[in-house]
């Protein structure tokens, strides 16, 4: 497979920082759709949601993206933790 690196980081920012700082909703979505990270820190420790106005509907979709991923994470533990909670931290490479 190949294309671009929906995670690079350019100038101390990924292109989801970019879209985030533009207002580029729809782009936003497609780096989304194509895994970027909403959680990805720029130099100043910001994630994307942290650089859209909390009144656009951007700012909403990156938190919303953001509430999903930690529910993955739950859920994911709670399958692992019948198993082993050792391998939910390997897994996610915490352990």
Known sequence: ???ALVNS???HQTALHMAAVKKHEAVA???VDFGADV???DKSGLRP???VPSHLPLYHFLH???S???YTIISVYRVFQ???PQNFLEYFHFG
């Open 39 to 41: 959680y990805a820190e």
């Open 9 to 11: 980081v350019r100038s």
């Open 49 to 51: 949601s942290g650089l």
């Open 1 to 3: 497979m190949s294309g």
């Open 82 to 84: 019948k198993s082993s």
């Open 29 to 31: 979505r497609l780096l």
């Open 68 to 70: 999903m991923h930690q």
């Open 64 to 66: 919303h993206c953001e």
